[in-house]
């Protein structure tokens, strides 16, 4: 039963993880120095009669992880775009009018994100041509559906054809999805994960796809939820040949599920983990896994206009195509780096290839998947995770390694040539391990290293450049 308004010293306390006043009866405007607590993971205001807007400084929260509840107050205005792309409508139910343009609830006034510019002519049948093209788009955007659609460019077949349903409700691809898994029998599973398991679907047009579906229960928990909508927001917004392809999304009543490429060879931990796999493997396609996880990395940190960050990466969420190709999978905790964010968050990602320094100071940065990288290549040529080797490999250098005690015992020796290019693949993995996050080198460097990864002076430590 608290009253009053929440006191903007609520700013000092820079630490708090959850703050929750729920069902209250709090009054006034949200302080802007809620901003300022850039450590929350829980922030539940709901049931109490805020008003006013939402400060523009809530963006500066760790949303994207954030369990938020704001229902069933007076606020009103327009919700800051950063904080609408990161949290779903239903946070914010049942308030006074609220709007958003990526909610499909347009704010009075404001301009409108289309542009189109109307010249206007003082005419009665001007007026008539101008009211009727803004009901075209009115209805045009109300039709708009956040759920249940499939993404691509053409029009959509009665078919069926998952990949040529735009701006749709997804029905008839969610019939063929239900109808070829015989509604996700366990026959049609490959794979199980942390949020949902994976099953292949042959579609009517004879495409191949994987469907990753969100367990009942995990649907129903709102960490999970965000993980599922969070890997929607990432990839739908990049692309690149060695990360895996997002067809589309469907989320229904009775599952959510996410339609992907079908990667063939399935998890590179699955391959490095049978004998008869590991040794199709051989020592020129795990230097070529290395050089296109590298890629696909390098353009997430430096060539995306925000950089993304995986937080994930192990050999299970790097899958092999057919040519045993490497294809960056499993985005549900990455993020966008935020430079006006101080980019502190939960802990996430596998144990064994989490980055050290986050478990003091959990921040996040690129160095974070630089870390992870140099595990995953130091795997991918032990074939086995290198365990407890990580903490002294770090300090190390080129005289200290005899290569043959590292090098998977499934697979011949490698050629004078083969070995070289391995060693300096182990040098630049052992380089990312470095204990101080900036002197870890960039996935840049690694990535234009590993173009011509052969060291002509034969002194791999000194070809390794790590900066900030």
């Known amino acids: 039963m608290l009253s009053g308004s929440i006191p903007p010293q609520i700013g000092n306390l820079r630490n708090l993880n959850e703050l929750d006043l729920n069902r209250n009866n709090l009054t006034g405007s949200i302080p802007m120095e809620i901003g300022y607590l850039d450590r929350l993971t829980l922030l539940y205001l ?20 954030m369990d938020l509840d704001m229902r069933y107050n007076d606020l009103e205005g327009p919700v800051p775009d950063e904080i609408a792309l990161e949290t779903p409508p ?16 347009p704010c009075r006034g404001s301009k409108n994100r289309l542009k189109v510019k109307v010249p206007i002519i003082i005419s009665l049948s001007g007026i008539i041509i101008f009211v009727a093209f803004v009901i075209v788009i009115v209805r045009f955007l109300l039709k708009r559906k956040s759920k249940n659609f499939i993404i691509d460019t053409t ?18 691809a969610y019939n063929d999805i239900m109808v070829v898994t015989e509604e996700f029998d366990i026959r049609y599973c490959i794979g199980t994960g942390g949020y949902g398991s994976v099953y292949i679907a042959k579609l009517p047009t004879g495409k191949v796809v994987a469907v990753k579906k969100l367990h009942r229960l ?17 990839l739908t917004r990049i692309r ?19 339609v992907y490429e079908y990667i063939e060879r399935g998890s590179l931990a699955y391959v490095l983990g049978n004998e008869a796999e590991a040794v199709e493997l051989d020592w020129n396609k795990r230097i070529n896994v290395i050089k296109g996880f590298v890629h696909a990395l390098s353009y997430m940190h430096h060539d995306c206009t925000l950089p993304l960050i995986h937080r994930d990466i192990s050999s299970n969420n790097v899958l092999l195509d057919a040519d045993l190709e490497p294809h960056v999978a ?29 478990a003091y100071t959990m921040v996040v940065t690129e160095k974070c998947d630089v ?14 995770h290198p365990g407890e080797l990580n903490s ?57 290293k590993l173009g011509s990864p052969t060291n002509p002076d034969g002194n791999c430590s000194t070809q390794i450049h790590c900066g900030n």
């Open 46 to 65: 709901s049931h109490n009669k805020l008003n006013g807007p939402i400060p523009a400084q809530m963006k500066k929260l760790n949303l994207t992880f």
């Open 90 to 105: 239903e946070s914010w139910n049942n308030n006074k009018g609220l709007c958003s343009y990526y909610w499909n609830l």
């Open 155 to 172: 029009t959509a077949q009665q078919n069926g054809d998952i990949f040529s349903i735009r701006n749709y409700d997804g029905t008839i």
């Open 218 to 234: 995990e649907a129903e928990e709102k960490i999970f939820e965000k993980s599922f909508t969070n890997e929607i927001h990432v």
């Open 240 to 258: 690149h040949r060695n990360i895996v392809k997002l067809y589309g999304f469907c989320s229904h009543p009775r599952c959510n599920f996410l």
């Open 330 to 358: 499993d985005f549900g905790t990455s993020r966008f780096q935020n430079p006006n964010s101080s980019n502190r968050t939960i802990l996430a990602g596998t144990y064994g290839y989490i980055a050290p320094e986050l």
């Open 371 to 384: 870390y992870s990288f140099g595990v995953l290549a130091l795997e991918i040529i032990m074939g086995k």
């Open 392 to 448: 002294s490999l770090s300090f190390l250098n080129a005289k200290d390694i005899i290569l043959k005690d590292v090098l998977d015992s499934h697979l011949p020796p490698p050629t004078q040539l083969v070995a070289q290019d391995l060693t300096f693949s182990i040098m630049l993995g052992i380089a990312c391990l470095h204990t101080n996050p900036k002197s870890r080198p960039t996935m840049q460097y690694v990535s234009q």
